[in-house]
């Protein structure tokens, strides 16, 4: 089980959403549209919005990234 921190909820989001979901990962999904966070909330484990390019929301959301740990997935 890993946990995913997935930053917007359109599709391609939503769509990572369901298949991690299924794949057992505890997933905190954050998107500033409330109709897309209200649609997320049975495939993630918490959904926040706001803003994620706003470096002060993330750090209310207990959500750090590392410099030296964070590598980017590849698609």
């Known amino acids: 089980m890993k946990n995913i921190l997935l930053i917007g ?3 391609f989001g939503k769509h990572i959403a369901i298949q991690s ?3 057992g990962h505890e ?3 954050v998107d500033l549209d409330e109709e897309r966070v209200n649609d997320a909330l ?3 484990t ?3 919005i706001g803003d994620s390019t706003n470096e002060e929301f993330l ?3 207990s959500v750090g990234i ?3 740990r964070w590598k980017p997935p590849v698609c």
């Open 42 to 44: 049975p495939y993630v």
């Open 21 to 23: 979901s299924q794949l």
């Open 46 to 48: 918490n959904a926040q």
């Open 27 to 29: 997933i905190m999904a």
């Open 59 to 61: 750090k209310s959301r």
């Open 9 to 11: 909820l359109g599709r």
């Open 66 to 68: 590392s410099k030296t």
